[in-house]
Nanobody
Framework: QVQLVESGGELVQTGGSLRLSCAAS????????VGWFRQAPGKEREFVAG????????NYADSAKGRFTISRVNSQNTVYLQMNSLKPEDTAVYYC??????????????????WGQGTQVTVSS
């Protein structure tokens, strides 16, 4: 098993920044693709950003492009999501997810096997 724990979510004003962390334990993290997802009340869970095992491919939802940056430090078993220029529409519970994959393309949402508990991000207007 792989255990994932998110942290860094909090209340922030519009235009502010947050850095979310996803810390993994239980297995070697090097060979896992990782994604960030979010879910607002009454909404479906949606993709935010993803990164392949070697950081060769990074992808972002249109709503995140130019504002969010995903990165990873495999030696620390940690993936980060830097969020800048936050908007009220970014308010949601943010989850990280992982799946063993050496592919150069990112998995689909349903393919992620391991999920964290989520961290709340609230952006006030």
């Amino acid at each position: 098993q792989v255990q994932l724990v998110e942290s860094g979510g909090e209340l922030v004003q519009t235009g502010g920044s947050l850095r979310l962390s996803c810390a993994a334990s239980g297995r070697t993290f090097t060979s896992y693709a990782v994604g960030w997802f979010r879910q607002a009340p009454g909404k479906e869970r949606e993709f935010v950003a993803g990164i392949t095992y070697n950081s060769g491919v990074r992808n972002y939802a249109d709503s995140a492009k130019g504002r969010f940056t995903i990165s990873r430090v495999n030696s620390q078993n940690t993936v980060y999501l830097q969020m800048n220029s936050l908007k009220p529409e970014d308010t949601a519970v943010y989850y990280c997810a992982a799946v063993y994959s050496l592919q150069t393309t990112l998995p689909e949402l349903h393919e992620y096997r391991y999920w964290g508990q989520g961290t709340q991000v609230t952006v006030s207007s």
